[in-house]
């Protein structure tokens, strides 16, 4: 054999050797061995062996003839994959038949195999995925229309009016077969995705687990919940929709909260909340529809009532909820915010239709009381009945201010002591606060009006400040005008003609007794004022003491501060 012949004849002995073995091009079912042999067969394909490559004349030509021949190889193992898919996909295919199927050795490795190829075993988890994703949903529309065999267990949908039992753990039913659907689901695919992270199925399954695939574990984690959403995004809209038409035909908030608030670990928690609010929120817009009047005494309307019942019960609910991991409860101000916020704004509708009615009325009333009779009264009387013109808006809005007054104690007075309701009472307070400041503010300016002094005030205060304004000489405030206005004030305060008012109808004692104090107080501050500039020798009064008889220190023992 010359020297040039030797390459020829060795690169025909090793194109002998590699004939394709039966495994594969063997279209048969395959055995234990065929997913090992197809994934090692590659180790049997070498290059040129160094004899091969002593002629330099046929290097090229051995190097050529062994690519053809690894080309020709691959051809062969790329089939046999491609086959050996198939045959997984068929074999997933037949497990969708059971509710909880039992995964062969064989395909187990069958599937170890095709993680070589990436795209064939997405192919393969895909499969599984759809095949278990509609045999839950059939498993999940059964149960829920036709029950168990012979009716045992019965239909879910026969506890459809009872919500808490028909969702809610540990003896809600869809939520029960969700749990034992999940935890079965689970072991399937991890058996067929991730056989080692189950059980370790022998010498060849060994073989496979360690060429690397522990360090996929994140990998696998995606697999796994890819597959697993898929299985179960089949039963997600039915099972919302009957949810939510349970809880609609029933609008019943506690039920909703109870369910939002004890299954926060469910994906669907936001469904739930959802519900409640959007019920929350009809119920508000139907109260915002009809308004209620403001009873004769100033008290609080129902739905005041109501609506601080309900929520003291949605709160012993949140109180007893579980704490999660991190020891901080769910925000619970948006929930009183959406109960509470509504009643407060059909309150103040109910004030400002009670105080257009009042102006109506006052406008009728004063209209037939106008008659020339009332210019033979005294001056006083004069001053008083003048001033019923002016003073009736004013007075109009006190009612209205103890009605919102009595409605936010209403709805704050039950909250105090819940923790949870601190930021909300605070701002009850607040407002609280805002409208006795505003009702002392109105009934005093009401009080000066009538007396004549409400426009002289800026004048006093003016004085203080300067030496040119002289008082005495002033139309408005002459001894003659001031004279006739101070007795009425005199006599407001000490009971004869009128006296100050004591807000009998604001309900709560204690709140009732500090607007007093201060109305009574912002008028012995006025009284001081008037008295200073009385006194004032620069203001020019020739007799001060008549026209003030009474010292500030003895109107404030008279007002009682």
């Known amino acids: 054999m010359t020297e040039d012949e030797e390459p020829k004849k060795l690169l025909e002995i090793q194109r002998l050797s590699v004939i394709p073995p039966p495994f594969l091009t063997s279209t048969l079912e395959p055995t234990t061995e065929t997913p090992k042999d197809v994934a090692q067969h590659k180790s049997l394909i070498h290059l040129p062996s160094p004899e091969a490559n002593k002629a330099d004349d046929s290097k090229d030509l051995a190097i050529i003839e062994s690519l053809e021949l690894m080309d020709m190889m691959a051809v062969y193992q790329e089939g046999a994959y491609e086959r050996l898919c198939r045959w997984v996909q068929a074999e997933c295919r037949r497990l969708g038949d059971t509710d909880n199927p039992e995964v062969s050795e064989l395909l187990r490795t069958a599937v170890r195999c095709l993680k070589e190829r990436l795209v064939l075993f997405k192919y393969c988890a895909e499969e599984v995925a759809n095949m278990r994703h509609n045999a839950l949903f059939r498993r999940f529309i059964s149960a829920l229309t036709r029950g168990g065999p012979g009716g045992i267990p019965r239909p ?7 919500p808490l039992r028909y969702v809610e753990l540990p003896y809600g039913i869809i939520l029960s077969l969700f749990l034992l659907a999940l935890a079965s689901e689970r072991e399937l695919v991890l058996a067929l995705l991730d056989p080692d992270a189950v059980v ?7 073989q496979f687990s360690s060429k690397g695939l522990e360090s996929d574990i994140g990998k696998n984690e995606t697999d796994l919940t890819f597959v697993l959403d898929r299985i179960f995004e089949g039963v997600c809209r039915p099972f919302k929709v009957r949810v939510e038409q349970v809880l609609q035909s029933q609008p019943s908030f506690i039920i909703s909260y109870k369910l939002s608030n004890t299954r926060e670990f469910y994906s669907f928690t936001m469904l739930l909340r959802k519900t409640f609010f959007d019920i929350l929120k009809t119920r508000g817009e139907k109260l915002l529809r009809y308004p209620p009047l403001v009873a004769v005494d100033l008290s609080p309307p129902p739905a005041v009532r109501k609506g601080v019942s309900v929520l003291l019960e949605i709160i012993e609910t949140h109180d007893g909820i579980m704490v999660p991991a991190s020891g901080k409860k769910s925000d619970f101000d948006p929930v009183i915010s959406a109960l509470l916020d509504p009643i407060i704004q059909i309150c103040e509708q109910a004030v400002e239709a009670h105080k257009s009615k009042g102006a109506i009325h006052s406008f009728r009333r004063n209209k037939t009381t106008s008659d020339p009779s009332q210019l033979s009264k005294s001056s006083v009387d004069a001053i008083l009945a003048n001033s019923n013109t002016l003073a009736t808006s004013q007075t109009s809005e006190t009612p209205s201010k103890i009605f919102l007054i009595n409605c936010l104690c209403a709805i704050q007075q039950p909250l105090l002591g819940h923790g949870v309701a601190s930021e909300y009472v605070k701002k009850l307070g607040t407002m609280i606060d ?20 409400s426009n002289k005030m800026s004048h006093f205060q003016n004085s203080l400040n300067s030496e040119e304004i002289l008082l005495a000489e002033m139309e408005d405030t002459s001894p003659t005008a001031l004279s006739e206005c101070l007795k009425a004030f005199f006599g407001l305060i000490l009971g004869s003609e009128s006296s100050p008012p004591e807000f009998e109808q604001m309900q709560v004692p204690k709140l009732r007794s500090e607007t007093c104090i201060q109305v009574a107080r912002s008028l012995a501050e006025a009284y001081e004022l008037i008295y200073k500039a009385i006194m004032d020798p620069k203001n020019r009064y020739p007799d001060p003491k008549s026209l003030s008889r009474h010292p500030p220190d003895q109107i404030r023992t008279i007002l009682g501060i």
């Open 156 to 162: 879910i949908e026969v506890h459809a009016h009872d």
């Open 434 to 453: 805002n409208h006795m400041n505003s009702l002392v503010e109105k009934e005093v300016g009401t009080i000066l009006r009538r007396c004549g002094l």
């Open 200 to 206: 370790d199925t022998g010498p060849t399954a060994r």
